[in-house]
């Protein structure tokens, strides 16, 4: 800490059952290099000019334990702070902005976050610990020009970035530990990697040198350098890590270009750097779907939009057949001109619908789901809360919803609609052939079919035993047994079940229209 300046923030594990900044288990006020809680607005002063580093601190205060602090939260009074730290960045040369969690795991107001970093050339994020292995290159472009540079962690994948400003001209690398030579290309600046609206891009073209920056535990022996296949020749050491060589950009004025440099260290190692430049405006090559989709997608939105859209579904179906009468004998002959799936769905959906145990049942599961509690209990040791769809209360702080849809949406899809398709199962083949759990295994010959619909049930049950266990480990006896979406949910699950196998038969040979309570 003697010879550089650090600059550390706090993240969701750093946040994972701290109930405030000053818990003993909050670890990051000891062991954090910089020690300042919130967002905050370092300037690095230089003789060329100043560069303004901006921290976003959406780290949920309090912190409940996993998952439901996966997402960050910004309130309006910590967009103003942010605002006032950009208006005053616009002194900088450049500005910077970074924080733990990409853009699109927080849940900020409108005009949202990303707007609000429209000035900086850059936010450097983490978070995502390339989503296991599966995008380890997570880059993209907000819509008015800032680059969203994710990172991977250190702590499983041993990854770090280095950063420079050429000329005001943002490159960077990403590398990975105890691989050298590390290299970066700073001029001419990777064309994927430009920002024209905060950028002095017509610094490139009248350059005088191409400049590297190259690393290495040993001595640098040499740094080739190579423009779309064609040798320009060495590049010299202008003074620690910096290598130039000088080139002609007016041979580059028109179309994308490709520069490769190869460093070669004491040791007999070798790194390659190879990147596109381009020194017209126009030729940006653009982001891949894929990471923009996960780096610049309001996921909290999206997992709100599915939630309800999935719970208007599951209910509305239930409402719809509940209200619509049960097709007499003329009109079930009419069901023919259906295909015999369809006629077979509806008619269990009249079936469920009708009857008042399942209907009843149901649709106060689902409004559980809706509307909660999922569950109350130690959210943070010794501090006691309530989770819901739209959020979570934690001794009197309130947590907006973000996480919770994403986990709605897979109890809905996972177990409550999976349930009521069952259930619906059950009574229809009950109608058909008035029988019994067992007798329908013997009238069937047990058909490997039918009793593959069983096993997926079985499992479906398993996993929310599961679910009901993880409760019990995580936030303790008190959530295992305040749970009626979790606990609460699978007792009346086998109670459903074994009705519809074992229970009375609702419905008589002439199909009575009334609803029947079994």
Same mark, same amino acid.
Request: aromatic share 14%; hydrophobic share 45%; net charge neutral.
């Given at each position: ?17 701290i109930i405030s900044l000053d818990s003993i288990n909050n ?33 949920? =205060? ?9 997402? *960050? ?25 970074? %924080? ?46 800032t680059l969203e540079l994710e990172l991977g962690d250190w ?77 320009? %020749? ?19 004025? =028109? ?40 780096l610049l997608t309001d996921h909290y939105i999206l997992g ?31 069901? %023919? ?17 009708? =009857? ?39 001794? *009197? ?22 349930? =009521? ?54 936030? %303790? ?42």
């Amino acid at each position: 800490m003697e010879r550089t300046k650090w600059i550390d923030i706090r993240g969701n594990h750093d946040a994972f059952n701290i109930i405030s900044l000053d818990s003993i288990n909050n670890y990051y006020r000891k062991y954090s290099a910089n020690q300042k809680v919130g967002s905050f607005h370092y300037v690095h002063q230089t003789a060329f000019g100043n560069y303004s580093f901006i921290c976003v601190d959406a780290t949920l =205060t309090p912190g409940p334990k996993r998952p439901y602090n996966f997402f *960050g939260i910004l309130n309006q009074t910590h967009m103003d702070l942010l605002n006032s730290f950009r208006a005053e960045s616009l002194r900088s040369n450049q500005s910077i902005w970074f %924080g733990h969690y990409t853009t699109s795991t927080i849940v900020s107001p409108a005009p949202g976050v990303r707007d609000m970093m429209r000035a900086a050339v850059a936010y450097l994020c983490g978070h995502l610990h390339t989503l296991g292995g599966l995008m380890p290159v997570l880059h993209s472009r907000h819509p008015r020009g800032t680059l969203e540079l994710e990172l991977g962690d250190w702590m499983d994948n041993r990854r770090f970035r280095v950063v420079a400003f050429d000329h005001d001209l943002l490159s960077f690398s990403d590398l990975q530990f105890e691989q050298w030579p590390a290299v970066l290309v700073t001029n001419p600046k990777d064309a994927q990697y430009v920002h024209p609206g905060v950028e002095p891009l017509g610094r490139i073209p009248k350059s005088t040198h191409i400049r590297i920056l190259a690393f290495s535990e040993a001595p640098i022996t040499a740094v080739h350098v190579s423009v779309d296949g064609e040798a320009l %020749g060495k590049a010299h050491c202008a003074g620690g890590p910096l290598y130039v060589l000088l080139w002609d950009p007016f041979v580059y004025l =028109t179309g994308l270009h490709r520069i490769t440099v190869k460093v070669e260290d004491s040791a007999g190692r070798s790194a390659v750097r190879e990147q596109h430049f381009t020194l017209e405006d126009a030729l940006t090559p653009s982001f891949g779907f894929v990471q923009s989709f996960i780096l610049l997608t309001d996921h909290y939105i999206l997992g709100r939009v599915l939630f309800i859209s999935t719970v208007l579904l599951n209910m509305g179906v239930l409402l719809a057949f509940r209200f619509h009468q049960l097709p007499n004998e003329d009109e079930r002959s009419g069901l %023919g001109c259906f295909p015999g799936l369809t006629s077979s769905v509806l008619m269990s959906l009249h079936l469920i619908s009708k =009857t008042n145990t399942f209907y009843y049942s149901l649709m106060l599961f689902n409004l559980f789901t809706a509307f909660g509690p999922w569950f109350i209990g130690e959210l943070i040791d010794g501090h006691s809360g309530a989770c819901f769809s739209f959020g979570v209360f934690i001794d *009197g702080h309130f947590l907006e919803g973000s996480l919770t849809y994403v986990v709605g949406v897979i109890q809905l899809l996972f177990f409550n609609i999976p349930l =009521t398709s069952y259930l619906c199962w059950s009574l229809l083949h009950r109608h058909r052939h008035n029988s019994s759990f067992r007798s329908h295994f013997v009238r069937s010959g047990c058909h490997w079919r039918l009793l593959g619909v069983h096993l997926l049930m079985l499992l479906l049950l398993t996993w929310q035993a599961h679910s009901c266990y993880f409760l019990l480990e995580t936030y %303790g006896l008190m959530a295992f047994f305040l749970s009626p979406v979790r606990t609460w949910a699978f007792g009346l699950s086998l109670l459903l079940i074994r009705h519809a196998w074992t229970g009375l038969f609702p419905f008589p040979p002439d199909h009575g229209k009334r609803a029947v309570s079994l």
